[in-house]
């Protein structure tokens, strides 16, 4: 299954799971999971925000898993409440966020993500 850049993908098997988590790994990208179900308010609520994320952090894998559809792949991340937003960098989490709090997940995609902005030099002293 390809995807545009920019876009959230949902994993709908745990076939096109591991096939994205793998493209994660090999590009060495961040990559953003959505723990999501369909009968969770807070998700339905974040679910534009990250869509808007997605297209503005295009060098980062957005995905979007179901719990109700792939309750093995939940279980295997410790995911316990929706939504749950793991940042993975080769397959390790380096941060995770439970709630739908945009604040918390715009700044945390700053500070894990590549594209960030590095900060400025301290200016030479002459």
Excluded at 80 to 94: C, D, N, Q, S
Excluded at 96 to 115: C, F, P, W, Y
Aim: glycine share 4%.
């Amino acid at each position: 299954m390809a995807a545009e850049e920019g876009q959230v993908i949902s994993c709908h098997t745990i076939d096109s799971w591991k096939e994205q988590l793998n493209k994660g790994n090999e590009s060495k990208k961040l990559v953003v999971v959505d723990f999501t179900a369909s009968w969770c308010p807070p998700c339905r609520f974040i679910a534009p925000y990250l869509s808007e994320l997605a297209k503005k952090f295009t060098d980062i894998i957005f995905l979007k898993v179901d719990v109700d559809e792939l309750q093995a792949v939940a279980a295997e991340w410790d995911v316990e409440a929706m939504p749950t937003f793991l940042f993975l960098k080769e397959g390790k989490i380096v941060e995770k966020i439970v709630g739908a709090d945009k604040e918390n997940l715009h700044q945390t995609i700053i500070k894990h993500s590549a594209s960030a902005p590095a900060p400025a030099p301290a200016p030479a002293i002459q």
